[in-house]
């Protein structure tokens, strides 16, 4: 079991920059692979990166590619999401999520694989 909890949201101006964090409980950390998502109102919640469980490899959303880099420090149990360059667009809901234990070195870009989600940090771009 693991569970997830971010931080580091709040209120920015369009140009600006943030650093979420996600903190995880439990042993394993580096067992699981981990994304960011994020749910603006009104919309699905969609995919905005992923790291993978001990090499790193990541992947991003085409929207935040060039402005957004994830990374972990698994001897600290958390990811981050250092996000530059903010747009109002990127207003909305962010949660991290973990998908595992696993072994393998994956990189998940949809929602369904995820097996646990945190609660959300809140971000609000303003123009």
């Known amino acids: 079991q693991v569970q997830l909890e971010e931080s580091g949201g709040g209120l920015v101006q369009a140009g600006g920059s943030l650093r979420l964090s996600c903190a995880a409980s439990g042993r394993t950390f580096s067992s699981y692979a981990m994304g960011w998502f994020r749910q603006a109102p009104g919309k699905e919640r969609e995919f905005v990166a992923a790291?993978?469980?001990?090499?790193?490899?990541?992947y991003y959303a085409s929207s935040v590619k060039g402005r957004f880099t994830i990374s972990r420090d698994n001897a600290k149990n958390t990811i981050y999401l250092q996000m530059s360059s903010l747009k109002p667009e990127d207003t909305a809901i962010y949660y991290c999520?973990?998908?595992?234990?696993?072994?393998?070195?994956?990189?998940?870009?949809?929602?369904?694989?995820?097996?646990?989600w945190g609660q959300g940090t809140q971000v609000t771009v303003s123009s």
């Open positions: 790291i993978s469980r001990s090499v790193g490899n990541t």
């Open positions: 999520a973990a998908h595992g234990p696993t072994f393998l070195e994956i990189v998940l870009t949809t929602r369904q694989p995820y097996n646990f």
